[in-house]
């Protein structure tokens, strides 16, 4: 599309997406690009099929959704071919098409959530062989992002999100503040809602701090 070739930075670019809306502008590129612009994509940072943080990610979404004026999705790293570490990584990069699928909605979104289960003290492998299958350096550069944690135990993902955030900040993408740690997940989430009064209180923050961000 003409009007993505034309900027050496995707700054530049939102430059003047901004400039011709306020013109008001609107060509069909123009209404593609508002589109990615707005979107927002929600990570669950595990593969693991009916994971919880699959189902903390619906939750998300709804909270997400009634305060956010563009477009949602989920992206479940559960979508991601089983083999993908042999044919997807390295001298592959960029040949699977089922990994690109999932590669390119994390590729084309402005803002970010991950739903990082803690995995052993950290955040899941699977989630760093995806990273690494990302476009480098820029896959995630100049991209905003939020993390949620959760785990069985009392950490709530504190260390996993404290191990994301140093890679995403080297990679040049932005992370919010406000991480909520969603300890001991089993006795505070029903499969569809969180039921603890303050961990809904952190997620309504940060999704409001996340659309001004
Ligand atoms: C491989 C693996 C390692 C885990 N390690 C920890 C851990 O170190 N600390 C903890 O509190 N919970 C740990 N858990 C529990 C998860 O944090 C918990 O089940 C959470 O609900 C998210 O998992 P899920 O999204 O895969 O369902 C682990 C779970 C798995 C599958």
């Known amino acids: 599309m003409k009007v993505f070739e034309t900027f050496r930075s995707f700054e530049d670019f939102m430059g003047y997406v901004f400039l011709q809306k306020e013109r008001k502008a609107y060509s069909k590129e123009l209404k593609f690009a508002f589109y990615i612009c707005r979107m927002i994509s929600i990570v669950v940072g595990t593969n693991r099929k009916q994971s919880v943080s699959g189902q903390v990610a619906q939750y998300y979404k709804t ?14 790293l559960a979508d991601l071919p089983s083999d993908f570490l042999d044919n997807a990584l390295y001298e592959h990069n960029g040949k699977n098409k089922i990994f690109n699928g999932v590669r390119d909605k994390v590729q084309s979104s402005d803002k970010l959530v991950f739903i990082v289960p803690e995995y052993n003290g950290s955040f899941p492998g699977v989630l760093k062989a995806f990273l690494d299958g990302l476009k480098y350096p820029e896959g995630l550069r100049h991209k905003k992002s939020a993390l949620v944690g959760i785990s069985s135990g009392p950490q709530g993902g504190v260390l996993a999100m404290s191990h994301l955030t140093d890679i995403f900040n080297y990679l040049g993408m932005h992370v919010l503040a406000l991480k909520p740690k969603l300890a001991g997940i089993e006795k505070n989430f029903d499969g569809r809602q969180i039921t603890n009064d303050l961990y809904n209180q952190m997620l309504q923050e940060q999704v409001e701090q996340l659309i001004k961000f």
């Open 63 to 76: 909270i997400l959704d009634s305060k956010h004026e563009g477009d949602s999705q989920i992206v479940d």
